[in-house]
Each structure stands twice: as C-alpha cells, then as structure tokens.
C-alpha cells in the first residue's frame, strides 16, 4: 500500500455540513478565499505524493471509498489550492474538473480532526 495524499482538516466553515446532504464535500487549505471558507473543510498540509487514479481509495478516518472518476483538474487543484469536491453518488464519469467520484456510500462523520487519506493498493 502506498499513502498518495493524506491531510487533517483543522476547521470547518460554517455550511460545509450542508453539502453533506447532497452527498459532497468541499475541502480547501487554510489560505482559501474568504467567501469560499465559509462551504469548505479547511485544512494545513498538503501532501500531494503521486496522481490520484480510479481504483485508488479514499479514507475517511477509517473508512473507505473506492475512486471511481478522478476530473481533470483533481490533481493540479489538490496540489496547488488543497481545494477539490468529493463526489459520493457512484458516478463512473468525471463530469466536473475539480471533482472526485466515489462510490456510493454514507459518508463518515467529518469534522476537525478528521484524516483524509488516499491509498494505492
């Protein structure tokens, strides 16, 4: 197994929750712009390793979620921004450049603390 991406999310604005309804979330690092922090999970490092590809699995804490679809700016936004959507509605196409498609699933409780990673087996 080899760690891809890993971060912990260290605030939470204040109607990031409510993307959870609609099966998403939103993360960006701490320097996002102010009208943005207020939907995103906020977090510090940023440790972009390798491309995140389909098949490569996503952890919540200890909870996974295969990659379905990786969209086009996935990997250049989490390098430079740590700012991407985590889509858990099952899709198998990339339809948004900034997204990445998960497996339909309930997503885990996020909050400050939690750890995002992403692994290649």
Do not use: S, W
């Not at 948004?96 to 497996?103: A, K, P, Q, R």
């Amino acid at each position: 197994m080899k760690v891809i991406y890993r971060t912990r999310i260290e605030d939470v604005g204040k109607k990031a929750q409510e993307f959870l309804k609609a099966n998403m979330f939103i993360t960006f690092k701490e320097d996002a712009p102010e009208d943005l922090k207020e939907y995103c999970f906020i977090h510090y490092e940023n440790n972009l390793i390798d491309e995140i590809k389909p098949e490569d699995m996503l952890y919540l804490n200890d909870i996974g979620y295969k990659i379905k679809a990786v969209g086009e700016l996935v990997n250049t936004n989490l390098n430079e921004l740590g700012h991407i959507t985590y889509n858990f509605l099952g899709e198998a196409e990339a339809k948004v450049g900034g997204t990445l498609y998960l497996e339909k699933k309930e997503i885990a409780p996020i909050g400050v603390g939690t750890i995002i990673k992403i692994i290649r087996n």
